[in-house]
């Protein structure tokens, strides 16, 4: 077993639907009564690029289990003063971390750094290619939702090309027997289509599925895009209108942060068929099932 935790796509089903399985036994907890199994443990958040819902709830999830918590600030650092990021981790692995959740803008950064660290790293995002606990999360609100994740069917609309979200959940779903619809304009859709995902139209394929995983349209990325908010929003995003094609128990995913009005309407993001704080909340429990099984060795 890799020490490190870094895509779902390395990782058996088995061992997907377990660290699931044990998500939903802290669902089930009360914070007073679960055991400190992480107690005398010390993760740090290595945070380079800026997060809320994933940093916090890193944090959260190590103190329910008991872990001390360190918060790399990376304004008044060394790396200021030109140190490089393996010596950065390595300085917070010598002086006693005993994990490392990183988030990075280099899509390879855990194959390069990875071998050489002793302490086990956790993908807190990496580039555009994975963000593997937020692919966990999002299996486990479905699994809430539907009891399963096996036979879903599920739209990703958005920037698809850029999201690590989608990254994640299109290379994982085929493997967990679900079937993903790629929604959005051509030049938000990734240059190839991963085995087991389809491109088709948001308007025909809506009334099918049964969630909706609506993305942050990353405009930042497209440089000379002739496309406004709006524009897009009318032709791709989840409106008022489109939601009502959704079937009864269909449900409403984000993994935020939102631009409300442009991949998703403001009315649709606390609608009853939402479930994007959910999402949040259920990021705890799924984080503290990685982290406990990093650091107990998968036991």
Same mark, same amino acid.
């Given at each position: ?20 399985? +044990? ?6 907890? $009360? ?15 290595? &945070? ?6 994933? %940093?916090? @709830? ?6 329910? !289990? ?8 990376? @304004?008044?650092?060394?790396?200021? =003063?030109?140190? $490089? ?16 959740? !990183? %988030?990075? $803008? /280099?899509? #390879? ?30 299996? &486990?609100? !479905?699994? %809430?939702?539907?009891?399963?994740? /096996? ?9 698809? #090309? ?12 085929? +493997?967990?027997?679900? =079937? ?8 938000? !859709?990734? $240059? ?17 599925? /049964?969630?909706?995983?609506?993305? #942050?349209?990353?405009?930042? #990325?497209?440089?000379?895009? /002739? ?6 929003? +009318? ?9 009502? =094609? ?27 068929? @939402? ?21 107990? =060795?998968?036991?």
């Amino acid at each position: 077993m890799s020490k490190h935790f870094t895509a779902l796509a390395e990782l058996s089903v088995p061992t997907i639907m377990a660290l699931l399985d +044990r998500a939903q036994y802290f669902f089930h907890q $009360s914070p007073s009564n679960l055991h400190k199994v992480l107690e005398h443990k010390v993760i740090a958040n290595v &945070f380079f690029e800026p997060s809320t819902r994933t %940093r916090i @709830s890193f944090e959260m999830a190590a103190k329910r !289990l008991g872990a001390d918590v360190i918060n790399f600030d990376l @304004s008044n650092s060394s790396v200021k =003063k030109g140190e $490089s990021l393996y010596d950065t981790l390595r300085t917070l692995e010598a002086i006693g971390s005993d994990a490392l959740v !990183l %988030r990075h $803008s /280099d899509d #390879r950064i855990f194959e390069t750094l990875g071998p050489k660290l002793n302490a086990p790293l956790v993908n807190a995002g990496a580039g555009k290619n994975e963000h593997p606990s937020q692919g966990l999360l999002d299996l &486990f609100t !479905l699994q %809430r939702e539907f009891g399963r994740v /096996d036979g879903l069917h599920i739209a990703i609309l958005g920037d698809i #090309r850029h999201s690590r979200v989608a990254g994640t959940m299109m290379l994982v779903a085929s +493997r967990l027997g679900m =079937k993903v619809s790629l929604c959005s304009a051509k030049e938000f !859709l990734p $240059s190839e289509i991963p085995q087991g995902c389809v491109v088709e139209e948001l308007d025909k394929v809506l009334p099918e599925v /049964d969630a909706v995983m609506c993305l #942050r349209n990353q405009f930042e #990325r497209h440089e000379g895009l /002739d496309m406004s908010y709006e524009d897009f929003h +009318r032709n791709w995003g989840l409106t008022v209108e489109r939601a009502k =094609k959704m079937r009864p128990r269909a449900i409403i995913m984000h993994p935020a942060p939102i631009n409300r009005g442009v991949e998703i309407a403001d009315e649709l993001v606390e609608a009853p068929s @939402s479930r994007i704080f959910r999402q949040m909340e259920n990021g705890v429990f799924v984080r503290m099932s990685i982290l406990e099984w990093i650091l107990r =060795k998968g036991n």
